[in-house]
């Protein structure tokens, strides 16, 4: 993704607007493959000061994960702010990016965004009930017997206030 910027090199101060969205392809990081579930989507202004350009605003996308809890795939929303500046001589262990020319490459500074805000962990809804450790069954759609039987309180029955009732009853 690039932004032309050969018009705003001549008028310093003269704030661009820039609006794009592409799809990426995936990426290796930390031996994990990052999968993107839409186009990232960018829109920044940008503005040349004499010596070298800012370039503000937000990145869009949504990446396929995993929910922590129940294994699921599912794309979740993905979005952070940009705020990072270009500069024609980049000095050494300088934050900055380099631009040469009448363009801005922005490619390495989107996928550092991605890389550096990505979610530890992610899971599915906030009251994602995961799989059963012991039988591995989602307990969000399914509902098994293994806690009452590992000796956990069993569940009350809603038959258990009637057995008593009739129970009263014959002792009449
Ligand atoms: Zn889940
Ligand atoms: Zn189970």
Redesign the pocket.
Known sequence: MKIPVALELKLPGRVGVFHAAEQFADMEYLGQTIRFAAPVSVDVEYVFDGEGFSVKGTLRTALHVQ?A??A?EFAEPFSVELDERFEKNVPEDSECYAFSGETLELDQMLSDAILLNMRPYS???PD?R?LCPICGCDL?TAQCSCAREAGEEPLPSPFAALKTLLNDDKEV
């Open positions: 929910c809890r129940c699921k899971v599915c809804k994602c995961g969000n």
